[in-house]
């Protein structure tokens, strides 16, 4: 099971959401969140944004909690590229590209990790149970004396 998040159309360059990008990756979306939060980059603040809306995302349609949530895919791609001139010297200009982005990212809801239960732990449990089925026929058996 998995939520798809795509954010498209970010006024930011791709190199500097690339940035964060490792940083990011090291964490569960939980804890990259609280990274996140304490960013001094623009593009922190921008992941955060994302990153707390596939999250919303991800517990509304997979119905898990966040901290059973992964990264499955986080990537950043490059968007349009607007044309745009700066004047120059001698009246000629200077051309410039304003770039934009957009950020995929693919949760995933982790399955709970389940201890083995050894074979003397079973034993236990059935030497409890046997114990508990003998309690009780000897009480059945007490009761059925003292109605006769």
Do not use: W
Not at 86 to 113: D, E, Q, W
Not at 117 to 126: L, P, T
Request: charged share 30%; net charge positive; glycine share 2%.
């Amino acid at each position: 099971m998995e939520s798809l998040t795509y954010f498209k159309n970010l006024k930011i360059t791709p190199k500097k959401m690339r940035f964060l990008l490792p940083e990011i990756k090291k964490y569960k979306p939980a804890q990259a969140l609280e990274y996140l939060m304490y960013s001094p980059y623009r593009s922190g603040k921008i992941f955060y944004q994302v990153l707390h809306s596939a999250i919303a995302n991800a517990k509304s349609s997979l119905k898990v909690s966040e901290d059973m949530l992964k990264f499955k895919l986080l990537t950043v791609e490059a968007g349009q590229a607007l044309k745009r001139y700066l004047p120059n010297a001698r009246g000629s200009v200077r051309p410039f590209k304003r770039r934009y982005c957009h950020v995929k990212m693919i949760l995933t809801a982790a399955k709970p990790v389940q201890t083995p239960v050894k074979k003397e732990m079973k034993e236990e449990i059935k030497a409890k149970s046997e114990v508990k089925s003998q309690k009780k026929a000897l009480k059945a058996g007490k009761n059925d004396k003292k109605t006769t």
